[in-house]
Protein backbone atom coordinates (compact mmCIF):
# COMPACT_ATOMS: atom_id res chain seq x y z
CA UNK A 1 0.00 0.00 0.00
CA UNK A 2 1.42 3.21 -0.87
CA UNK A 3 0.63 6.38 0.88
CA UNK A 4 1.23 10.37 0.30
CA UNK A 5 1.79 12.82 3.08
CA UNK A 6 0.57 16.02 3.04
CA UNK A 7 2.32 18.61 5.78
CA UNK A 8 0.84 22.20 5.12
CA UNK A 9 3.44 24.56 7.03
CA UNK A 10 3.18 28.16 7.53
CA UNK A 11 5.46 29.99 9.97
CA UNK A 12 6.84 26.67 11.48
CA UNK A 13 9.28 26.49 14.59
CA UNK A 14 12.13 24.98 11.97
CA UNK A 15 13.44 22.77 14.57
CA UNK A 16 9.88 20.65 15.65
CA UNK A 17 9.18 20.46 11.39
CA UNK A 18 12.93 19.18 11.15
CA UNK A 19 12.16 16.43 13.33
CA UNK A 20 9.01 15.40 12.04
CA UNK A 21 10.07 14.66 8.86
CA UNK A 22 13.12 13.06 10.34
CA UNK A 23 10.56 10.37 12.56
CA UNK A 24 8.46 10.39 9.19
CA UNK A 25 11.40 9.31 6.96
CA UNK A 26 12.13 6.93 9.57
CA UNK A 27 8.62 4.77 9.56
CA UNK A 28 8.79 1.38 9.28
CA UNK A 29 6.82 1.02 6.55
CA UNK A 30 6.75 -1.53 3.57
CA UNK A 31 5.19 0.42 1.13
CA UNK A 32 5.83 3.35 -0.47
CA UNK A 33 5.21 7.11 0.37
CA UNK A 34 5.93 10.33 -0.88
CA UNK A 35 5.68 13.69 1.08
CA UNK A 36 4.24 17.06 -0.08
CA UNK A 37 5.03 20.27 1.87
CA UNK A 38 3.16 22.63 1.48
CA UNK A 39 4.30 26.00 2.10
CA UNK A 40 1.88 28.27 1.09
CA UNK A 41 -0.08 31.63 3.24
CA UNK A 42 -3.22 30.75 1.90
CA UNK A 43 -5.24 28.85 4.78
CA UNK A 44 -4.91 25.63 5.96
CA UNK A 45 -7.43 23.97 4.55
CA UNK A 46 -6.62 25.33 0.92
CA UNK A 47 -2.96 24.30 1.40
CA UNK A 48 -4.79 20.29 2.26
CA UNK A 49 -6.99 20.48 -0.81
CA UNK A 50 -3.48 21.35 -2.75
CA UNK A 51 -1.35 18.72 -1.66
CA UNK A 52 -3.79 16.62 -2.12
CA UNK A 53 -4.87 17.00 -5.70
CA UNK A 54 -1.01 17.37 -5.75
CA UNK A 55 -0.51 13.65 -4.30
CA UNK A 56 -0.29 10.75 -6.96
CA UNK A 57 -1.69 7.89 -4.25
CA UNK A 58 -4.89 7.03 -3.61
CA UNK A 59 -4.29 6.65 0.66
CA UNK A 60 -3.51 10.65 1.82
CA UNK A 61 -2.21 11.41 5.17
CA UNK A 62 -2.82 15.31 6.55
CA UNK A 63 -0.11 15.54 9.21
CA UNK A 64 0.06 19.66 10.14
CA UNK A 65 4.08 20.62 11.36
CA UNK A 66 3.52 20.57 14.85
CA UNK A 67 2.78 16.84 14.58
CA UNK A 68 5.09 14.20 15.56
CA UNK A 69 4.66 10.79 15.12
CA UNK A 70 5.11 9.37 18.17
CA UNK A 71 7.00 6.31 17.18
CA UNK A 72 8.48 4.38 13.63
CA UNK A 73 5.25 2.49 13.43
CA UNK A 74 2.71 5.30 13.44
CA UNK A 75 2.53 5.35 9.66
CA UNK A 76 1.95 1.19 9.52
CA UNK A 77 -0.87 1.22 11.73
CA UNK A 78 -2.39 3.67 10.70
CA UNK A 79 -2.65 2.97 7.22
CA UNK A 80 -3.20 -0.75 7.88
CA UNK A 81 -7.53 -0.38 8.31
CA UNK A 82 -7.59 0.20 4.78
CA UNK A 83 -6.79 -3.29 3.77
CA UNK A 84 -10.62 -3.76 4.36
CA UNK A 85 -11.84 -1.75 1.69
CA UNK A 86 -14.37 -0.26 3.50
CA UNK A 87 -12.60 1.73 5.66
CA UNK A 88 -12.62 5.50 4.25
CA UNK A 89 -10.42 7.41 6.80
CA UNK A 90 -8.27 6.26 9.85
CA UNK A 91 -7.55 8.55 12.91
CA UNK A 92 -5.15 9.21 14.87
CA UNK A 93 -5.21 9.55 19.06
CA UNK A 94 -3.59 13.00 20.07
CA UNK A 95 -1.34 13.42 22.69
CA UNK A 96 0.70 16.41 24.20
CA UNK A 97 4.01 15.82 25.14
CA UNK A 98 5.38 15.93 28.65
CA UNK A 99 7.83 18.16 27.76
CA UNK A 100 5.40 20.89 26.47
CA UNK A 101 3.04 20.27 29.42
CA UNK A 102 5.79 20.42 32.26
CA UNK A 103 7.07 23.66 31.21
CA UNK A 104 3.55 25.62 30.88
CA UNK A 105 2.40 28.28 33.19
CA UNK A 106 -0.35 27.14 35.89
CA UNK A 107 -3.03 29.07 34.09
CA UNK A 108 -1.82 27.90 31.06
CA UNK A 109 -2.14 23.63 32.22
CA UNK A 110 -5.76 24.81 33.57
CA UNK A 111 -7.12 26.33 30.16
CA UNK A 112 -5.31 23.19 28.24
CA UNK A 113 -6.30 20.52 30.79
CA UNK A 114 -8.44 18.57 28.48
CA UNK A 115 -5.73 18.12 25.71
CA UNK A 116 -3.52 16.34 28.95
CA UNK A 117 -3.33 12.75 27.94
CA UNK A 118 -4.61 10.70 24.78
CA UNK A 119 -7.34 12.27 22.81
CA UNK A 120 -9.48 10.31 20.25
CA UNK A 121 -11.53 12.68 18.33
CA UNK A 122 -14.62 11.80 15.87
CA UNK A 123 -12.24 13.15 12.77
CA UNK A 124 -9.30 15.19 13.40
CA UNK A 125 -6.71 16.48 11.10
CA UNK A 126 -3.76 15.60 13.54
CA UNK A 127 -2.69 12.44 11.86
CA UNK A 128 -5.82 11.18 9.68
CA UNK A 129 -6.15 9.18 6.59
CA UNK A 130 -8.26 9.14 3.83
CA UNK A 131 -9.47 7.57 0.73
CA UNK A 132 -8.17 10.17 -2.12
CA UNK A 133 -11.53 9.25 -3.86
CA UNK A 134 -13.76 10.07 -1.07
CA UNK A 135 -12.31 13.30 -0.60
CA UNK A 136 -13.11 14.02 -4.31
CA UNK A 137 -16.60 12.73 -4.24
CA UNK A 138 -16.83 15.27 -1.72
CA UNK A 139 -15.14 18.05 -3.32
CA UNK A 140 -12.55 17.80 -0.62
CA UNK A 141 -11.90 20.10 2.37
CA UNK A 142 -14.27 22.79 2.31
CA UNK A 143 -12.00 25.39 1.76
CA UNK A 144 -15.13 28.16 0.85
CA UNK A 145 -16.06 28.30 4.55
CA UNK A 146 -13.62 27.29 6.82
CA UNK A 147 -9.62 29.00 6.77
CA UNK A 148 -7.93 27.55 10.21
CA UNK A 149 -10.31 25.23 12.11
CA UNK A 150 -13.25 23.32 11.84
CA UNK A 151 -12.56 22.00 8.63
CA UNK A 152 -12.20 18.24 9.62
CA UNK A 153 -15.35 17.95 11.33
CA UNK A 154 -17.43 19.32 8.61
CA UNK A 155 -15.70 16.64 6.30
CA UNK A 156 -16.71 14.17 9.19
CA UNK A 157 -20.44 15.02 8.96
CA UNK A 158 -20.31 14.85 4.91
CA UNK A 159 -18.33 11.31 4.84
CA UNK A 160 -19.43 9.08 8.01
CA UNK A 161 -22.38 7.13 6.23
CA UNK A 162 -19.92 6.62 3.37
CA UNK A 163 -17.80 3.89 4.77
CA UNK A 164 -16.15 3.21 7.94
CA UNK A 165 -13.75 5.58 9.71
CA UNK A 166 -11.29 3.51 12.01
CA UNK A 167 -9.52 4.31 15.09
CA UNK A 168 -6.32 2.24 15.09
CA UNK A 169 -3.90 2.50 18.23
CA UNK A 170 -1.42 5.18 17.24
CA UNK A 171 -0.37 8.16 18.28
CA UNK A 172 0.22 12.17 17.43
CA UNK A 173 2.30 14.36 19.69
CA UNK A 174 1.06 17.44 19.20
CA UNK A 175 3.40 20.20 20.28
CA UNK A 176 2.27 22.98 20.79
CA UNK A 177 3.71 24.90 23.07
CA UNK A 178 1.05 27.91 24.45
CA UNK A 179 0.74 30.65 26.71
CA UNK A 180 -2.85 30.98 28.66
CA UNK A 181 -3.94 33.92 26.18
CA UNK A 182 -2.71 31.83 22.92
CA UNK A 183 -5.23 29.41 24.29
CA UNK A 184 -8.01 32.04 25.14
CA UNK A 185 -7.72 32.74 21.22
CA UNK A 186 -7.42 28.86 19.91
CA UNK A 187 -10.64 28.93 21.99
CA UNK A 188 -12.20 31.53 19.99
CA UNK A 189 -10.87 30.03 16.87
CA UNK A 190 -12.90 26.31 17.50
CA UNK A 191 -16.02 27.80 18.57
CA UNK A 192 -15.62 29.94 15.43
CA UNK A 193 -15.52 26.59 13.35
CA UNK A 194 -18.54 24.96 15.04
CA UNK A 195 -20.58 27.98 14.76
CA UNK A 196 -19.99 27.93 10.99
CA UNK A 197 -20.32 23.89 11.49
CA UNK A 198 -23.79 24.60 13.02
CA UNK A 199 -24.78 27.12 10.63
CA UNK A 200 -24.47 24.64 8.03
CA UNK A 201 -25.32 21.32 9.28
CA UNK A 202 -27.94 22.29 12.15
CA UNK A 203 -28.70 19.18 14.30
CA UNK A 204 -27.63 16.73 11.77
CA UNK A 205 -24.32 18.13 13.45
CA UNK A 206 -22.81 15.13 15.52
CA UNK A 207 -22.18 16.93 19.02
CA UNK A 208 -24.53 20.21 17.95
CA UNK A 209 -26.54 19.87 21.88
CA UNK A 210 -22.58 20.84 23.26
CA UNK A 211 -21.80 23.27 20.75
CA UNK A 212 -25.25 25.38 21.36
CA UNK A 213 -25.14 24.90 25.27
CA UNK A 214 -21.92 26.49 25.71
CA UNK A 215 -23.25 29.01 23.35
CA UNK A 216 -25.65 30.09 25.20
CA UNK A 217 -24.46 33.01 28.11
CA UNK A 218 -24.27 31.70 31.41
CA UNK A 219 -25.70 28.39 30.45
CA UNK A 220 -22.25 27.99 28.72
CA UNK A 221 -19.82 29.16 31.07
CA UNK A 222 -22.12 26.13 33.63
CA UNK A 223 -21.28 23.63 30.79
CA UNK A 224 -17.76 24.77 30.85
CA UNK A 225 -17.06 25.10 34.59
CA UNK A 226 -18.36 21.32 34.86
CA UNK A 227 -16.84 19.85 32.32
CA UNK A 228 -13.70 19.82 34.14
CA UNK A 229 -11.70 16.38 33.46
CA UNK A 230 -11.21 15.30 37.14
CA UNK A 231 -10.29 11.76 35.79
CA UNK A 232 -6.98 13.30 34.41
CA UNK A 233 -5.57 13.58 38.26
CA UNK A 234 -4.81 17.10 37.98
CA UNK A 235 -7.51 18.64 40.30
CA UNK A 236 -5.31 21.40 42.38
CA UNK A 237 -5.64 22.69 39.01
CA UNK A 238 -9.64 23.37 39.20
CA UNK A 239 -9.34 26.58 41.42
CA UNK A 240 -7.78 28.45 38.35
CA UNK A 241 -9.70 26.46 36.08
CA UNK A 242 -12.83 27.85 37.58
CA UNK A 243 -11.13 31.50 37.26
CA UNK A 244 -10.21 31.34 33.87
CA UNK A 245 -13.51 29.66 32.75
CA UNK A 246 -14.96 33.44 32.81
CA UNK A 247 -12.87 34.81 29.95
CA UNK A 248 -12.89 31.74 28.21
CA UNK A 249 -16.60 31.57 27.90
CA UNK A 250 -16.56 35.33 26.73
CA UNK A 251 -14.53 33.92 23.68
CA UNK A 252 -16.46 30.88 22.85
CA UNK A 253 -19.33 33.06 22.69
CA UNK A 254 -17.81 35.95 20.54
CA UNK A 255 -16.36 33.29 18.37
CA UNK A 256 -19.08 30.93 17.75
CA UNK A 257 -21.86 33.41 16.82
CA UNK A 258 -19.40 35.30 14.48
CA UNK A 259 -19.28 31.91 12.76
CA UNK A 260 -22.84 31.19 12.90
CA UNK A 261 -24.17 34.30 11.75
CA UNK A 262 -21.33 34.61 9.07
CA UNK A 263 -21.45 31.37 8.05
CA UNK A 264 -18.14 30.30 7.46
CA UNK A 265 -15.18 30.86 9.81
CA UNK A 266 -12.56 33.42 9.83
CA UNK A 267 -10.63 33.79 13.25
Not at 123 to 150: H, P, Q, W
Not at 178 to 196: H, I, S, V
Not at 250 to 260: A, D, V
Amino acid sequence: MNVSIVIPIFNPDRIILKKLLQVVKGQKFKGKFEILEIEKNMGFAKQINLGIKKSKYEIVVELPQDCIPADKYWLKNLVEPFKNKKVIASVSKIRLPDSIWKNLSIFAKAANIKEKEVITSLLDGKGSAYRKSILKSVGYFDEKNFRTGGEDLDLYMKIRKKGIIAYPKTEILHYHPTTYMKRLKKTRQYANGGGTIFRIHGLKMRGWHYFLIKAIPILGLIATVFSFPFNKKETELFPIYLLGSFPDHIFYLYGFWKGFLNGKQTV
